[in-house]
């Protein structure tokens, strides 16, 4: 199962530096959501479903819907400047 670890910490890294490079906030922010996904899981693996749940729960739902929200509102603001 340490493979899997492995695999998983891969895929954090490299889903990380994707998120860095993207042009768009938004999946930016998606794929930090998914970062926490990942943390959650490893937590789950070191027996500790209770900081998984949390982790789950505060990190990758609810802090990605307030930045989306934030994204959005700051979107409209900027084209209402336009305008």
């Known amino acids: 199962m340490i493979f899997v ?5 891969a895929a954090m890294i490299a889903t990380a530096i994707a998120a860095v490079f993207q042009r768009s906030l938004i999946s930016a922010v998606i794929m930090v959501g998914f970062i926490s996904l990942m943390v959650s899981y490893l937590f789950v693996r070191m027996d ?7 982790e789950a729960a505060i990190a990758a ?16 603001t900027e084209s209402g400047d336009k305008e």
């Open 48 to 54: 500790a479903p209770d900081v998984a749940m949390t």
């Open 61 to 76: 739902g609810l802090t990605t819907v307030i930045f989306l929200i934030a994204i959005r509102r700051t979107e409209d």
């Open 5 to 9: 670890d492995v695999l998983v910490c």
